[in-house]
């Protein structure tokens, strides 16, 4: 299990961080709507909301997916940027949101049967340790804070409240607009 | 030396297609072709959206169908897929008419007829709902599409859900001619299935 995680934050890990890394920062510093990179106009008219900051640590990006017909589960995204080294240790939502969230990461097995992709699979993790000036994503198809048991359905539009822990840092409360799909 | 400038005002010329994903001079196919491309129209399922009523995956002719194994409480892998159907479709515009939509639970312990066939139909409206109670039966599908799934309980008592994350599209005699892996954008599906529509 530890094996699988390890070769997973491997290269092509990095790289799509890093990838996600160029488009989140042109979008934040520039103040532009549009990411210059991959955008084929599906991401217009999203607002996304100001940067939330504790110290020198940033959380930038946010979303919660709406929930779906009547699916109980949700997850929501951001990404997280700090001057320090640090650890988000606890992801927290209002039991008027949802009974309890949860870091997770979507890892994907590799495949025996010669088909296209592996079995994907998602796991709790502890904590996730963010390093000084290296941008930490949470993204579909990776790391996500899983929603357990939304109290109502989450709406587009809506907007929720979530604590962040971080151990250095300490605690933020970061306002997280629903969206129906990724901006 | 002449031919040493041409080479190089190319070169300059290609670049900019270059800089930022992938150039749209050339098409090729981003789907995965497998070799023997498997046969699944002799599989079927019941549908849950037609009442239950026996699904076959053989969509019939100038049609394609799109096949995926999830499951509703799926937060992540899931939705973020059929979001990209849903986008996909609406790229391709009048064609989408022939193209069908079936999401298989993988989990139909917890997802009911009714709830399964919300929840694709929020992303495909007459999308279909695929659900069968018989554990022989969705792996003798699965296997058909080499496609892999598991459903546990931890000892928390939460239930721990693995399963393909590819699309499976099925061409009108049933043959399984691509699989889209998980993480492919809208554009890439729509252009192959614009392609495909070109070619039949």
Redesign the interface.
Known sequence: MNGMRMNLTSPARTRRVRRMVGCTLAVSFLSIGVA???S?G?SQGVKTPPESTIGQLGVTGQWA?AT????????LYFTVVSAANDRLTGVSVDASVAARAEM?Q?M??T?D??????????GPVDGIDIEANTPFVFE??GY?V??FDVAKPLVEGDTITVTLSFKVHGTMTLDVPVL???P | MKLRTAVLALLTMALPLAA??SGTATNPIA??Q?DPAPEVGSLSLPDASAGGADFTFTPGEGKYLIVYFGY??????C??TL?EVK?ALARVGEQAKNIEVAMITVDPNRDSDE?LT??V???VKGGHALRTDDDTTLQKVAKG??????VTTNAKGEV???????LYLVDPAGTLIL?????LK??AIADDLVTLFGKA
């Not at chain 1, 779906?68 to 997850?75: C, F, H, L, M, S």
């Open positions: 210059a990179c991959g084929d599906e997916r779906i017909a009547d699916a109980k589960n949700t997850a997770h979507t994907t097995m495949s049967s010669g088909a296209a992709g592996g079995e994907m699979q998602m579909p198809g996500h899983m929603l129906s799909e990724a | 930022c994903g789907g995965l497998r509703t409480s799926c937060p992540d892998v939705p973020t979001s986008k709830l919300k929840y139909q929020t992303f599409f080499g496609s892999g799934y598991s721990e859900v693995t399963h393909s994350g590819t699989e889209w892996p998980f993480g809208a554009k």
